[in-house]
């Protein structure tokens, strides 16, 4: 992979805020919270996984790297969530 390109991109790679920004490259199909993330919840019936942290918090990067960063964990992130 060329430096600088991710095998991943979400849409929290539009936001602003750097705790969102750092999730921007996961594999989870990650939304902000608003209506979008509302209506695709209800539309497919699921129910919604909240993350809440910023960008500074040491267990918020451990979470990432043992979680949001495991493509199998956030394949099934994102087929339940």
Known sequence: MIQGQ???TN???HETSPYLLQHAHNPVD???WGTEALERAKAEQ????????YSACHWCHVMERESFENEEIAAIMN???
């Open 11 to 13: 849409k929290l790679i």
């Open 46 to 53: 699921k129910p919604i996984l909240l993350s809440i942290g």
């Open 79 to 81: 087929q339940h969530f």
């Open 30 to 32: 990650w939304y902000s």
């Open 6 to 8: 991710h095998k991943h």
